[in-house]
Every structure is written in structure tokens, then in C-alpha cells.
């Protein structure tokens, strides 16, 4: 089933009146790569202001997941509400029906997604590689994106590095760079797939303690990570996935000290 004929259930696209918007809906997603199911039937809610992390062993479908929530990834059936605003899709009736990809564009640019190999635009200086994005949507004039680029970057640990390239970083300088490129938007949600997969194991630290202090600022976060002892340190919930499904989620106390299911506990006991 297409994202053009999926049916959706009355009023799902918007909130009661009276309650505040899930940051982001996941409801009953699926996902095919030709004959391979990757997500299979995926439901998660994560509230405004939380931290979510999710786990699983590679192929699980986390990836795919965190793609899915953007639209850089169409899902077959299911859909995905940020802020109760559909992504990537609108009702018509009882059917969604695949937006534009200039109304697709203007949502992600809501949504702020920090890649695992950074994804810096080598050509640029640093400063530019974070200003690039407000001023070419018409957020903010040069001057101003600029201003709020130094101050990321400020924020960051990287104030004095403006006019360096991207190649003349470190992997874990250049992976806070992309953050602060994220923040420039100032999205209410920034997803993470596996920021530190790509770093060296002593660079690991400075990124996780710059998304530790996003964390405490009020920012949703969603991050697909393999690092447990920040996962329990961080998340207010944790999502374990298994062959394309949520097996396992509740807060890190529970999932990581006391897993439930078989899947999570075979996971864990190779990675802690």
C-alpha cells in the first residue's frame, strides 16, 4: 500500500484542542526494500522536550527508521505526525496523499538530522557550512545567519574554528560543526543516526557532550546510537527494535537493567 491510498483514521492528523501535539507519531509504519520487509508495523510516540534513543543490532531497521520520520524515506503503509502535522503526506477523506517536494523540503527544514559521516559541504568554510541553510531558506539574511553561525558555533566549542574547511578538522570537530549546521534551523526536533559510528574512540566524548547539552535545553532528540552508558545517562526512553519491529521500549532503568524481552537481553549482553 502506497502513502497516495493509505487509509488514515479520522482527525489522527491534528491533536485535541485541549492536549499538546506527540513532537512526533509513528503509527503503524511499514517500510519495503523490494521483497524485504525493513520496518515492520512500527508505533512510537515521543513527547516534546524528551530524549529517545533507540537500539539494535545493525539491519534492525533503526536507520531506516530515523529517515522514515523526515520522509527522506516514503513508507509504504503508516504515517508520521511532528508536531500533529503529517509529514510528507496530506489527507484527502480517509486517504493520504503524497505533498510536493517543495512542502516536503519546507517540513524537513523542521527537522533537524545529524548524519553519521557528516555530510559537510567540503567547499565551504565552517562558518558557511552552518549559515548555508537559513539563508537559503529564506530564514534569515546573510548578515543575521551569520551572526547566529558564530554563536553556534560558539556553542559547540568551535568559535575560533570559522574559517577553517571541513578537511582541516578532526572527525569529531567536524561532527559538532554538523550540529551546530542542525541548531541553524531551529528546529523543535534533531535526529541523530549514530553521530559517533565514524569517529575514533577519543573522539567520541566531545560529541556526546555537546548532545548531552542539547538534551538539557528543551530539544527533542531522537538518536540511533550503539553507546549504552550514554543512552542511560540521557534518555528519557529507550526504543529497542528487532527485524523491522519495536520489541522493547520504557525508560533506560528498565530496558538496559531489567529487558524483558529475549532479543534485547541476547543485544545487550554483547555490547555492555
Same mark, same amino acid.
Given at each position: ?6 487509509? %488514515? ?19 503503524? %509504519? ?125 556553542? %559547540? ?88 519491529? %519495536? ?26
Amino acid at each position: 500500500m502506497s502513502p497516495t491510498t493509505t487509509p %488514515v483514521e479520522p482527525g489522527s492528523d491534528t491533536a485535541p484542542a485541549t492536549a499538546r501535539p506527540a513532537a512526533i507519531e509513528v503509527h503503524d %509504519v511499514h517500510k519495503w526494500y523490494g521483497g524485504h520487509r525493513v520496518l515492520d508495523g512500527v508505533s512510537l510516540t515521543v513527547e516534546p522536550g524528551t530524549v529517545t534513543v533507540i537500539l539494535g543490532r545493525s539491519g534492525s531497521g533503526k536507520s531506516t527508521l530515523l529517515r522514515v520520520l523526515n520522509h527522506l524515506e516514503k513508507p509504504e503503509a503508516g504515517y508520521v505526525s511532528v508536531g500533529g502535522e503529517l509529514i510528507g503526506v496530506q489527507r484527502h477523506g480517509d486517504r493520504l496523499k503524497e505533498l510536493g517536494e517543495r512542502a516536503i523540503l519546507a517540513q524537513r527544514s523542521r527537522i533537524g538530522f545529524v548524519f553519521q559521516n557528516f555530510n559537510l559541504f567540503p567547499h565551504l568554510t565552517v562558518l558557511d557550512n552552518v549559515a548555508a541553510a537559513p539563508v537559503a531558506t529564506g530564514r534569515l539574511p546573510r548578515p543575521e545567519a551569520e551572526a547566529l553561525s558564530r554563536e553556534l558555533l560558539e556553542r %559547540v566549542g568551535l568559535g575560533e574554528r570559522t574559517g577553517a574547511y571541513p578537511r582541516q578538522l578532526s572527525g569529531g570537530q567536524q561532527q559538532r560543526v554538523a550540529i551546530a549546521r542542525a541548531l541553524a534551523l531551529r528546529p523543535g526536533v534533531i535526529l541523530f543516526d549514530e553521530p559517533t559510528s565514524a569517529l575514533d574512540p577519543e573522539l567520541v566524548g566531545e560529541v556526546l557532550s555537546v548532545i548531552k547539552d542539547l538534551a538539557t535545553g528543551g530539544t527533542t532528540l531522537v538518536i540511533v546510537t550503539h553507546e549504552i552508558g550514554f543512552a542511560r545517562e540521557v534518555a528519557d526512553q529507550v526504543v529497542f527494535l528487532h527485524e523491522g519491529r %519495536v520489541v522493547e521500549q520504557g525508560p533506560p532503568a528498565r530496558v538496559l537493567d531489567h529487558p524483558e524481552h529475549a532479543r534485547t537481553r541476547e543485544f545487550l549482553s554483547k555490547v555492555l
